[in-house]
């Protein structure tokens, strides 16, 4: 009789569970919103012909510490795993464009290579508001890009018209919530959420980074949001919203 009278209802610890995360979450979006708001996050993406493709990646890891050296702001590098196979992702960070410029004029920043046959660049910013509201820190704490861990960059372009990342950010508010609280994996948490500023992607173009403890990570974490009923549902709207979708898999170069 005892012991009944100490144990609790299921329900009940499944209710106090969802409390306390609710309150730890709170705590760490007061403390992540007195942070600096980062200025602008640049994606380039190198397209390697596809018989140069292994020693590029291999030059880039061995050239990886001089990059981070000369750019304070270079956050790292990835090979595609599934998607645009022959490409390589840059992702770093600037406080404004004089910065940028600053950073583009260091001698030994980059290094030529014959297999590299066109290079792209985007400038994003970083959705911190949306991202502090959950809990998450964004890029400020950077990529915890360790061997094995695989990236989700999942992109949408979105219809044209001011309102409408706007629109997207609340409705993905609401449903980031609910599948953070379902996804009980503990294999993936969101790095950022960016929307375009300017470059080769698309005006309301928004992209989602994801860290999975591994591929297969990736897949159980999304198996264990589909309890997540506030998540689809916001999936849903947000597919209105969408012109087109795409996600790769991504594994850090290091």
Same mark, same amino acid.
């Given at each position: 009789?005892?012991?009944?009278?100490?144990?609790? @209802?299921?329900?009940?610890?499944?209710?106090?569970?969802?409390?306390?995360?609710?309150?730890?979450? *709170?705590? %760490?979006?007061?403390?992540?919103?007195?942070?600096?708001?980062?200025?602008?996050?640049?994606?380039?993406?190198?397209?390697?012909?596809?018989?140069?493709?292994?020693?590029?990646?291999?030059?880039?890891?061995?050239? &990886?510490?001089?990059?981070?050296?000369?750019?304070?702001?270079?956050?790292?590098?990835?090979?595609?795993?599934?998607?645009?196979?022959? =490409?390589?992702?840059?992702? =770093?960070?600037? !406080?404004?464009?004089? !910065?940028?410029?600053?950073?583009?004029?260091? !001698?030994?920043?980059?290094?030529?290579?014959?297999? $590299?046959?066109?290079?792209?660049?985007? $400038?994003?910013?970083?959705?911190? *508001?949306?991202?502090?509201?959950?809990?998450?820190?964004?890029?400020?704490?950077?990529?915890?890009?360790?061997?094995?861990? &695989?990236?989700?960059?999942?992109?949408?372009?979105?219809?044209?018209?001011?309102?409408? $990342? @706007?629109?997207?950010?609340?409705?993905?508010?609401?449903?980031?919530?609910?599948?953070?609280?379902?996804?009980?994996?503990?294999?993936?948490?969101?790095?950022?959420?960016?929307?375009?500023? %300017?470059?080769?992607? @698309?005006?309301?173009?928004?992209?989602?980074?994801?860290?999975?403890?591994? %591929?297969?990570?990736?897949?159980?974490?999304?198996?264990?949001?589909?309890?997540?009923? =506030?998540?689809?549902? %916001?999936?849903?709207?947000? *597919?209105?919203?969408?012109?087109?979708?795409?996600?790769?898999?991504?594994? @850090?170069?290091?």
């Amino acid at each position: 009789a005892a012991l009944q009278h100490n144990l609790l @209802p299921l329900s009940h610890c499944t209710t106090h569970n969802q409390m306390l995360l609710r309150r730890t979450t *709170a705590a %760490a979006a007061r403390r992540i919103s007195q942070r600096r708001h980062l200025g602008y996050v640049e994606l380039e993406r190198d397209v390697v012909a596809p018989q140069h493709l292994a020693e590029y990646r291999a030059m880039l890891a061995a050239h &990886a510490p001089t990059r981070h050296k000369l750019d304070k702001g270079y956050l790292g590098s990835f090979g595609v795993d599934v998607g645009r196979a022959s =490409s390589v992702y840059h992702l =770093s960070v600037f !406080e404004d464009y004089d !910065e940028r410029d600053a950073r583009e004029a260091t !001698e030994g920043l980059r290094f030529f290579h014959q297999g $590299v046959q066109s290079l792209e660049s985007s $400038v994003f910013k970083e959705a911190s *508001a949306t991202l502090n509201e959950a809990g998450l820190p964004g890029l400020q704490d950077g990529l915890d890009a360790v061997q094995g861990c &695989a990236f989700e960059l999942r992109t949408y372009e979105l219809q044209l018209g001011y309102d409408t $990342v @706007p629109n997207f950010l609340e409705i993905y508010s609401g449903g980031l919530k609910d599948k953070m609280e379902h996804d009980d994996s503990g294999e993936s948490r969101l790095i950022s959420l960016l929307h375009s500023e %300017a470059g080769v992607a @698309p005006l309301n173009t928004v992209i989602e980074l994801w860290r999975h403890e591994s %591929a297969q990570g990736a897949q159980r974490s999304r198996l264990a949001s589909r309890k997540a009923t =506030s998540w689809r549902r %916001a999936v849903n709207h947000i *597919a209105e919203l969408s012109t087109r979708f795409e996600t790769q898999l991504l594994r @850090p170069i290091l």
